[in-house]
């Protein structure tokens, strides 16, 4: 039931809270006053438990994959031994940091991971399937449906009983 301006949900304010992770990394490795970096310690241990509290497994994949991207980013560019040194110690520590956030809803949550595509799965049992349709959507509206357009469209395309509330 969490939202924000852009968002409905819980996924999509992951998703938006997600974003502040590798700007707070980036101030605390390499801001040149330290209170520039303890404002933003204890702004990212706030992120992080925002995503630990969120539940959200898209938000958590997303973190994810964003870490590896900024550690292959930073380790394909030449030189900086320093500053490579420094990437592995700050990841090493918001890991650590996430770990010690992360209770056990969180992690009970996240082994449901793989039950995301089963048919006996309850809430995101056809995710797959409603992906799928967005193609054939799209063949239909192929400039998009504007804001809220999928929800508002989807009766014509999905199956009554994947639906929630009609839509």
């Known amino acids: 039931g969490i939202g924000c301006a852009d968002t409905m949900d819980a996924n999509g304010s992951a998703a938006v809270v ?10 605390i490795l390499f801001a040149a006053k330290r ?11 706030f992120t992080l438990n925002c995503l630990v509290l ?16 900024f550690i292959w980013f930073v380790f394909r560019e030449p030189g900086g031994q320093a500053v490579k040194r420094k990437i592995v110690v700050g990841v090493i520590a918001g890991i650590l940091l996430f770990l010690y956030l992360a209770d056990e809803s969180f992690w009970m949550r996240m082994s449901t991971l793989q039950e995301v595509g089963s048919e006996e799965g309850g809430g995101g049992s056809h995710r797959i399937q409603f992906w799928m349709k967005t193609f054939e959507m799209l063949q239909d509206y ?12 989807s009766p014509h395309y999905l199956p009554a009983e994947w639906l929630s509330g009609g839509m």
């Open 18 to 27: 997600g974003t502040a992770v590798p700007l707070l990394m980036f101030y």
């Open 35 to 45: 209170w520039i970096k303890a404002l933003a310690f204890v702004g990212l241990t």
């Open 54 to 69: 969120l539940n959200s497994r898209g938000g958590f994949l997303a973190l994810v994959a964003g870490s590896i991207y």
């Open 142 to 153: 192929p400039l998009g449906a504007g804001a809220r357009g999928y929800p508002l469209l």
